[in-house]
């Protein structure tokens, strides 16, 4: 059984629910860290890692890439640019990945959040959204969004998602947590 003192949050401390993520890892006794970088306002600053231009330039990619991927265009191209690289960088700690937001019908996730799960699925990682208007978790497997009840299983996971979290996207992480290591 997955031990809580062993396993690590890699989030990133935006409001909503990354923030969420963080305080119930903190409420769990579970270790977090949140990526981030200068000029980037987050609301949730224990172990914060700045990620230098260096740093943030190994999860650089082709925002022409990220656009087909997400089928959206990005306007503001270097401020997502470095929102897209410490999403790499969390997705590149975490083996396993939560987020909440919104599955949208060509199978992306609404946001900047969806990067995170496009890159699970390029990783190859487990990932699992909670969809807060279908009001459930889907977890991506053969190529389609089914509907879990997922847990926490890896040592490392990342815990990402909209600022604008629900009542219901707060019960889920809440859910999610109890779930994976008990009440």
């Not at 997955?2 to 935006?14: D, F, I, Q, R, V």
């Not at 082709?62 to 089928?71: C, D, G, R, Y």
């Not at 089914?146 to 990342?158: C, Q």
Request: aromatic share 10%; charged share 25%; with cysteine.
């Amino acid at each position: 059984m997955l031990k809580k003192e062993n396993c690590t949050l890699y989030s990133g401390g935006l409001t909503g629910a990354e923030s969420m993520f963080g305080e119930t890892a903190e409420k769990w006794g579970i270790k977090e860290v949140n990526f981030t970088f200068p000029g980037q306002n987050i609301s949730r600053e224990k172990n914060t890692v700045v990620l230098s231009d260096e740093e943030l330039k190994r999860g650089d990619i082709s925002m022409e890439l990220v656009s087909n991927m997400m089928h959206r265009n990005y306007y503001e191209a270097e401020k997502i640019r470095k929102v897209l690289q410490t999403i790499f960088h969390m997705v590149n700690s975490g083996h396993q990945i939560f987020v909440v937001g919104t599955i949208q019908n060509d199978n992306t996730v609404k946001g900047g959040t969806g990067w995170a799960v496009e890159l699970a699925k390029l990783f190859n990682r487990p990932v699992s959204v909670y969809g807060q208007v279908r009001k459930g978790w889907y977890t991506w497997k053969n190529g389609v969004w089914a509907e879990d009840s997922p847990r926490i299983e890896h040592e490392t996971f990342v815990g990402s998602g909209t600022r604008n979290l629900t009542e219901d996207g707060i019960n889920a992480i809440r859910k999610l947590f109890e779930d994976s290591f008990g009440t």
